[in-house]
């Protein structure tokens, strides 16, 4: 089945740590994207990649980072600078490098700060 | 900058009957496209309909259909045959010619059995 995956589910960061999220597709989709969701809040764009060895900064880059160096996979990293990580963290793909195409969503992982 | 207004933070429907959740956005340009996506508790999102704004007819999908006024800015979604099932968070959506999705806040729709 194709379809995006999510790794891991939950993640638990203790302050000061960096810690990776993994997104993987298999749908040969070209956009990846990362969102952040907070209770009460719309999705916020984090960082999106319309090709590979190339991304853009969402409106809430700060305190985050990315690659893409391969078309299935878009990690995300949450850095030490990120003063208030703790979301739930969506990735989605698409068709086209447009959003305008559908975008599909992986399951999410839930981070929390200890 | 566009912006997109759920302003019905929660709605209520009894089993098989109808509800529509409201969404007005905001922008300055003519061609674009318009979403609605439902989040079950499960948290998973899935896209309910999607809404072309050069195309006059509203869009539908089994239960689901919009109220696209483009003059407006307003972009309804009805929900027919309400089932339990539907309870979920919905999203509604613009997509910004910058290649990103413009989210909602989301309304909350309950399914009274």
């Known amino acids: 089945d194709g379809g995006i995956t999510q790794s891991p589910k939950y993640l638990f960061r203790k302050e000061g740590q960096n810690v990776t999220l993994s997104c993987e597709q298999n749908l040969n989709h070209d956009a990846m994207y990362w969102y952040r969701q907070d209770p009460g809040q719309g999705l916020r764009l984090i960082y999106y990649?319309?090709?590979?060895?190339d991304f853009q900064k969402g409106d809430i880059a700060e305190g985050y980072s990315v690659s893409r160096e391969k078309k299935e996979s878009f990690p995300l990293t949450v850095t030490s600078a990120q003063k208030n990580p703790t979301a739930f963290y969506l990735c989605?793909?698409?068709w086209g490098q447009g959003a305008a195409d559908t975008q599909y969503f992986g399951p999410g992982t839930r981070l929390t700060v200890l | 900058a566009q912006t997109v207004t759920q302003s019905q933070p929660e709605m209520s429907v009894q089993e098989a009957e109808t509800v529509t959740l409201s969404c007005t956005y905001d922008t300055s340009e003519s061609d674009y496209y318009l979403f609605w996506y439902k989040q079950p508790p499960s948290r998973q999102m899935i896209l309910v309909i999607r809404q072309e704004a050069y195309k006059q007819q509203n869009a539908t999908e089994n239960r689901f259909s919009v109220n696209f006024q483009k003059a407006a800015k307003s972009f309804s979604l009805k929900i027919s045959d309400s089932q339990l099932g539907d309870a979920a968070m919905y999203f509604c959506a613009y997509w910004d010619s910058n290649y990103q999705l413009i989210w909602g806040a989301g309304t909350k729709l309950i399914i009274k059995p």
């Open positions: 989605a793909s698409t």
């Open positions: 990649s319309q090709i590979v060895n």
